[in-house]
């Protein structure tokens, strides 16, 4: 630490004092044309980083000092996790050899504790026959004396000499009994304890079985209780599932009644659909065709152009309402399907097949609207001089022959003022038939509101005279057919309306 002190010192040393030298040789080669305020702040600039670099020196040298704390106390830290290892394992192997030495000595424990158990009942058996052995021998000793006296008396001719043999004999006699009854007392002694401490230990082993066998009497009534309230509970079970059973038999027999019924009025319906659509197209061609044909189209003057463009209108017509009932069915059914199906991934297919429904629809539009330009093109001739005026037309038609308004479409005016002025322009009656009936719904993002009502045939097409006499007198001929101009009229200013348009709001501003 003292020779780091020492070499930060010098370093310092060495910094301040090349220092002056640089700012001297500036100022010598810039031959004295530095200004004194750029020197002073050279100087206090050098001054900062001076005391910037001190600063540092002096943190350096407090993280190296506790750098060297930490690397001492973790190699003391280090030593001591060493220590408690070796500690540890020390211990393991005496804990080891403590449980090793515990166990031996808990085996000769027992066994000590049965062989006391053993030479205490031998004593105690002992000890009884001893003094019940005593007992017998001194009531024996004073009947055995009493009997000798008796004998005495009985015998007083014999010698004394017999008598002392007879004496020792009896004596003689009695030593080996009492030794012989000495050691078969011991061993009865010694059977009797071993067999007292196997009855010590059976009874021990009995009021055990006992505590086990109430413990088990008690779980097992328990568990018979348990298993009477499960079977009734079973056999609940089993009732529900049998009504159960039955109740679904009869429900599926009348799902599948309900099911064959739905399936007979679902084709009964696609039927009715069919002859619906059938009769309606049949019914839209042929009041296109009474229109055109009291408007006065076939003339006999243009009677061929007249009839050949009638004949294309009503095949337009035909395709455009074959078309548009089939996408009338196609988005029934995909609206049916829709309801039926729940899932994310139906809906995205359906809205799928509603964008290729779209698709068609529009390819047909302009299939329609490049027929209606080629019959334009084809139309355009130079209009034949002016014809006399007509004869006046009957009363059921005067309405419709009149001189038809003069539509706006080329302006820019709200989306209702449009719609109102093509209705009016189409001749769209206001009922309240068509209200009642639960309006279809298109697809977003088509102008189907008109185009469904010019395809539906809900307009009359009103003529519009140009009435004006030739020079040399001619008939009456008429212009280009009006009819295909003000389709395209109409056409050209639902492409020029917003795309996205709501057909609800359509239907409603054009039958309030």
Known sequence: MHHQNNRSITVANRYTSNIPLRTVSRQNSSSGTIPAKSVANGGESVHKW??????????????????????????????????????HEHLETELFEKNEEFTKLSIASKNLYKEYETLKNQYETETTALSRAMKDASQWYKENKQLKRKTLLLMTDKDTVDEGVEDSSESTNDADDIENLNKTIKQL??????????????????????????????????????NAHLKLDLNGLRNEHQQLLRVTEIMKHDLNELREIRELQRNDIIELRKEAGEQKKERNILAHQSNLLLQGLTDDENGTDAIKLL?????????????????????????ERLDEQETNSHVEILEERLKLVETELEKANSRAEAAERNLKISLLAPPPPPPPLPPPLPSFIIG???????????????EKAIMEDLA?????????????????????????????AIKEGKFTLRKRKKESLSGDGSKVDKETPKAVSEIL????????????????????????
């Open 50 to 87: 001076k005391h910037k670099y001190l600063e540092s020196e002096e943190k350096r040298k407090s993280l190296l000092t506790e750098k060297e704390k930490v690397l001492r106390n973790l190699n003391d830290l280090e030593r001591k996790h060493v220590n408690l290892q070796v500690k």
């Open 189 to 226: 002694s010694t059977e009797v304890a071993e067999l007292q401490t196997e009855l010590d230990a059976a009874r021990q082993n009995e009021s055990q079985t006992m505590e086990q066998n109430a413990k088990l009497s008690d779980e097992l009534d328990f568990l018979k209780v348990e």
């Open 311 to 335: 004949q294309e209108i009503e095949i337009l017509k035909r395709t455009i309402e074959e078309e548009r009932t089939r996408y009338e069915d196609e988005l029934s059914s995909l609206q």
């Open 400 to 414: 419709t022959v009149d001189a038809p308004p003069i539509v706006p479409l080329r302006r820019r005016k709200s």
């Open 424 to 452: 009016k322009t189409i001749g769209v009656e206001k009922s309240t038939q068509n209200a009642e009936k639960k309006p279809f719904v298109p697809a977003p993002g088509v102008n189907e509101d008109i185009i469904n």
């Open 489 to 512: 009229n109409i056409l050209g200013s639902l492409r020029r309306a917003p795309k996205k348009r709501l057909s609800q709001s359509v239907v409603a501003d054009i039958n309030p």
